[in-house]
C-alpha cells in the first residue's frame, strides 16, 4: 500500500500540472485521470470511498479526487494514508 501511495501521489501530483494548463499545451507524456489514477483509486480506494462506505468522502470522479488532490498526496506522502484502520 506504500508504495501505491507514492504512485498515486506521483501521478496526481503530474496531473495538477497538467489541470492548471488545460486548455493550452497537451503534452502526451502527462498522466491523465483517466489512463493512470482511476484505475489506482479504483482498485485501491473506491471500495471504501464511495457512497454508502466508510470513508467520509467518495473517490470515483475526476473531480472528486482533483478537489482533494493536495489532501491524497500529503496524506500518501506522510504514510498517513490508508490509516492503520483502514489498512488491509
Ligand atoms: C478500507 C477502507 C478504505 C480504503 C481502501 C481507503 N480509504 Fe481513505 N479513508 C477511509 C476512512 C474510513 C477514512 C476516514 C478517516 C479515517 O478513518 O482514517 C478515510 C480518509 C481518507 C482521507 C482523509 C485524510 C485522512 O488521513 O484521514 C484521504 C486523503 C483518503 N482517505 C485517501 C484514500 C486513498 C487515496 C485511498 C486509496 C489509495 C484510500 N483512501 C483507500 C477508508 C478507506
Not at 508504495?3 to 498522466?31: E, F, K, N, Y
Amino acid at each position: 500500500m506504500r508504495q501505491t501511495g507514492i504512485g498515486l501521489a506521483a501521478a496526481l501530483a503530474a496531473l495538477s500540472v497538467t489541470a492548471s494548463v488545460h486548455g493550452t499545451a497537451v503534452d502526451r507524456v502527462s498522466p491523465t485521470f483517466a489512463a493512470d489514477v482511476a484505475p489506482i483509486v479504483y482498485n485501491n480506494c473506491a471500495s471504501c470511498h464511495r457512497p454508502g462506505q466508510a470513508a467520509p468522502f467518495s473517490l470515483l470522479s475526476y473531480d472528486d479526487v482533483k478537489r482533494r488532490a493536495t489532501l491524497i498526496v500529503n496524506s500518501a506522502t506522510a504514510g498517513a494514508f490508508p490509516t492503520p484502520t483502514s489498512r488491509r
